[in-house]
């Protein structure tokens, strides 16, 4: 299938945030259900690894994406990783809550930052979780190009493919957001609202999910992205989730020398 950059609404400054917060809510949980979680941590093991720092940063967190399910799964090997989290949009009621669930694994930064303007005050490797297809080819080349260029790892992982299979899955998730909501975590009577008496959060991660599905990158074009980046060591592949027949998309790069 040929990839379409369309517009997602959670990606407009126009879209208020109480229904952003709401989606985001219900694609952390929506995750959560995958249980991704030794798959991720087996890859950012091996990418904390080959860049040899224990710090990540998370670029477009949401309201939090897998932490909540990842995070123990990576202290139990790496006790020592830290965790930053940041977002154009912050949500910080949803990253109080990690950081009151992780004392002193879990912060978080109160200003918005961009992914494509990650300051360099923020080293460690720089995670996006279903972000890297919101930007166009030349703009998530400069994101992995910053991170060459500041000698931070990067790692992108998508939860979605460009296959008729994804595009199925995109449009039967209203149904999934009306059967999930009663059990997200935790409740918010305006994230109910928005799904039950103003069904906007459904119409939002419908519209999403399917433009999410026609402009994600395949391992082919992730190799594209970081073609002439030969300072850095990438690893771009598949790995199967157990529960959904759409495979886990990652690319992972570090400095092939770190510095001295």
Known sequence: MRRFHLTEIEDQSWC?????????????????QLNPYPT??????????????????????????????????????????????????????AWGELVAEFPGHVSYETRPIPATAVPPSLPGVRTLFN?????????????????????????????????????????????????????????????????????AVPAVVLWDGLVSSYRVYSTDELAELTRG?????????EARLPRTPIPLTYLLGWPRQRPA
């Open 16 to 32: 208020p945030a109480t229904i952003r917060d709401a989606a985001t809510d219900y694609l952390e949980f929506a995750v959560t």
């Open 40 to 93: 991720l941590a087996a890859l950012l093991g091996k990418l904390l690894r080959g860049a040899g720092t224990s710090r990540i940063v998370d670029l477009g967190a949401g309201a939090g994406g897998p932490w909540r399910g990842l995070l123990p799964a990576l202290l139990a090997d790496h006790p020592d990783v830290t965790l930053r989290l940041t977002d154009r949009y912050p949500n910080l009621l």
């Open 131 to 199: 972000a890297l297809h919101h930007f166009e080819p030349p703009v998530a080349r400069s994101i992995l190009e910053a991170a060459v260029q500041q000698r931070q790892g990067i790692g992108v992982f998508e939860f979605m493919q460009r296959s008729p299979v994804s595009l199925v899955g995109a449009t039967l998730t209203p149904l999934a957001v009306l059967a999930a909501t009663p059990f997200i975590r935790p409740r918010r009577w305006s994230h109910l609202a928005l799904t039950y008496l103003l069904p």
């Open 229 to 237: 980046l030969d300072e850095y060591a990438w690893a771009i592949g």
